[in-house]
């Protein structure tokens, strides 16, 4: 469910923003920069949601240890894997949410795209 939603949201943003793509080409930029640009969003997105996530999910993590401390024997360690694991995921998830619609963008002319109502 989690990655059906960033995969909605992310390609949603892009394809509401097709007039500011079209309107970044009519002013000279190349087909590579525009590509470039949007790859770089998708990256940051990934970046900004492994980040908030890893800190949440790491407090939530200790939390429930010191909840659980007095019924369970075990000491506490810092879920490196499991960090790994959730930033590549988080990562792979919005590249490929925003790979998806920029290919779209690219088939879109830029006098249709600039015309068009979104």
Same mark, same amino acid.
């Given at each position: 469910?989690?990655?059906?939603?960033?995969?909605?949201?992310?390609?949603?943003?892009?394809?509401?923003?097709?007039?500011?793509?079209?309107?970044?080409?009519?002013?000279?930029?190349?087909?590579?920069?525009?590509?470039?640009?949007?790859?770089?969003? +998708?990256?940051? %997105?990934? *970046?900004?949601?492994?980040? #908030?996530?890893?800190? &949440?999910?790491?407090?939530?993590?200790?939390?429930?240890?010191?909840?659980?401390?007095?019924?369970?024997?075990?000491?506490?360690?810092?879920?490196?894997?499991?960090i790994g694991i959730a930033?590549a995921g988080s990562m792979?998830?919005?590249?490929?949410?925003?790979? +998806?619609?920029? %290919?779209? *963008?690219?088939?879109?002319? #830029?006098?249709?795209? &600039?015309?068009?109502?979104?």
């Amino acid at each position: 469910i989690a990655f059906l939603n960033i995969v909605n949201t992310v390609s949603t943003n892009l394809i509401l923003r097709t007039k500011e793509f079209a309107t970044l080409k009519a002013i000279g930029m190349t087909q590579k920069e525009v590509r470039k640009m949007i790859i770089l969003e +998708g990256v940051f %997105y990934g *970046l900004f949601a492994a980040v #908030i996530g890893v800190i &949440l999910g790491t407090t939530l993590n200790y939390g429930i240890q010191v909840l659980f401390a007095s019924a369970l024997d075990t000491d506490w360690v810092f879920p490196w894997y499991s960090i790994g694991i959730a930033f590549a995921g988080s990562m792979i998830t919005t590249i490929v949410a925003t790979i +998806g619609p920029m %290919y779209r *963008l690219n088939k879109v002319s #830029i006098v249709d795209a &600039l015309r068009s109502e979104n």
